[in-house]
């Protein structure tokens, strides 16, 4: 199973950047694609999460209205689509799989598989 993250970078605040998580090797019946992130000096956060068993999706508080997760089948990503950037959105974002038959989950213990991340810096 392999994940690789893309698409992270240096954007102003109130810019846009869109993230994608490419999966391999990892055709489960049901899963679940969670996206995390972790800022210097704070502990890894769950921004959004993906479950196929019931089409859920889940967007951390401080994110909701702004970050859009969604899937493509054809191209095996799960994409974070990101606007409107706050400086505090900076950290690096990993993605992360599981297999999984319920909502989907954002704590970190039950991820089976995680890409290596990629920076994201909001800054003027």
């Known amino acids: 199973v392999q994940l690789v993250e893309s698409g992270g970078g240096l954007v102003q605040p109130g810019g846009s950047l869109r993230l994608s998580c490419a999966v391999s090797?990892?055709?489960?019946?049901?899963?679940?694609i969670t996206w995390f992130r972790q800022s210097p000096g704070k502990a890894r956060e769950g921004v959004s999460c993906v479950a196929n068993s019931d089409g859920s999706t889940r967007y951390v508080e401080s994110v909701e209205g702004r970050f859009t997760i969604s899937v493509d089948k054809t191209k095996k990503t799960v994409d974070l689509q990101m606007v409107s950037l706050r400086e505090d959105d900076t950290a690096v974002y990993y993605c992360a799989a599981a297999v999984w038959d319920r909502p989907c989950p954002f704590d970190e213990v039950v991820m089976e598989h995680w890409g290596t991340g990629t920076l994201v810096t909001v800054s003027s």
């Open positions: 090797g990892f055709d489960q019946s049901y899963y679940a």
